[in-house]
């Protein structure tokens, strides 16, 4: 709840929180740039009346540490799910239809796994399969270790939790 609330106001209260410039694409614009040049995605999955997601756009994925790694390694994506865009998919085309009473693009739930969360961070290998799918809020320090498994392909050599143990800094013999 403490970083959270930190991020929180910073985003709606902090008039001294220089807003940086977010480099989110539509996932139509991503997808263009993916077919010139391949790279991972990071796709936030946001609406406009969830203030936990409006948190997440401002500060974690603009965030000094995580931001230009995001940026070097990923196309990061902004999708609020009340676009009306049509997006192709992978071959399928998606849109907001209200299709099997989904009242959002159904797009989020194909990324979702069928699970719907807002807000949700879907992150994508370079031939947009699916590799995991983080639920609820993310700090910008956690984004950061989750951007880095994924995007330095350690997820191929060890699990998260193995990944996690790595980062640790190791105790000092003597010390506890």
Not at 66 to 71: E, F, H, R
């Amino acid at each position: 709840y403490d970083d959270f609330n930190k991020y929180f106001q910073k985003t709606f209260y902090d008039t001294a929180f220089a807003k940086e410039k977010s480099t989110l694409k539509n996932f139509n614009e991503a997808l263009a740039l993916h077919k010139k040049k391949p790279k991972k995605f990071i796709v936030n999955i946001n609406t406009g009346f969830c203030n936990t997601c409006k948190v997440m756009v401002r500060t974690t994925f603009t965030d000094s540490l995580t931001g230009p790694y995001l940026n070097k390694n990923f196309y990061v994506v902004d999708f609020a799910i009340e676009t009306k865009d049509e997006i192709e998919f992978k071959g399928k085309k998606y849109q907001s239809n209200g299709e099997g009473g989904f009242p959002f693009h159904s797009l989020a739930l194909v990324l979702t796994r069928n699970n719907f969360i807002l807000p949700s961070t879907v992150i994508l290998d370079e031939n947009l399969e699916i590799l995991d799918v983080l639920s609820f809020y993310q700090t910008p320090q956690w984004t950061n270790k989750v951007a880095h498994y994924f995007g330095d392909n350690e997820y191929k050599k060890m699990k998260w939790d193995e990944y996690l143990k790595k980062l640790e800094p190791k105790a000092k013999p003597g010390k506890k």
